[in-house]
Nanobody
Framework: QVVLVESGGGAVQAGGSLRLSCAPS????????LFWYRRAPGKEREFVAS????????DYADSVKGRFTVLRDDPLGTGYLHMYNLKPKDTATYYC???????????????WGQGTQVTVSS
């Protein structure tokens, strides 16, 4: 079963940058838009950014606009979240999410990455 594999989290000082990656663990037949969410300790999960299934339209939470960029190599490939000018309030576990159909005969299935921790110190 194909899953999403995340990487790239870490600890940085305020003003620093990180790049998160999210990739299917194996070949897939089709995929929907790629979404990034985060959950800070004691808070609800919140939307961060997304890119549509055609890799054409992006959307961002107001709190990250101008600082984060969502990209994807191609609709079936690795997705990225470039994070610049990081702030302590960005500290959270980040999750990618995508609908995936592994083969032409498989239904689309919601897939989540395992989560990667981002810690920003002041």
């Amino acid at each position: 079963q194909v899953v999403l594999v995340e990487s790239g989290g870490g600890a940085v000082q305020a003003g620093g940058s990180l790049r998160l990656s999210c990739a299917p663990s194996g070949p897939i037949w089709s995929a929907g838009g790629l979404f990034w969410y985060r959950r800070a300790p004691g808070k609800e999960r919140e939307f961060v950014a997304s890119i549509d299934y055609k890799n054409q339209i992006t959307d961002y939470a107001d709190s990250v606009k101008g600082r984060f960029t969502v990209l994807r190599d191609d609709p079936l490939g690795t997705g990225y979240l470039h994070m610049y000018n990081l702030k302590p309030k960005d500290t959270a576990t980040y999750y990618c999410n995508q609908e995936i159909a592994a083969t032409e005969s498989d239904p689309y299935r919601q897939c989540w990455g395992q989560g990667t921790q981002v810690t920003v110190s002041s």
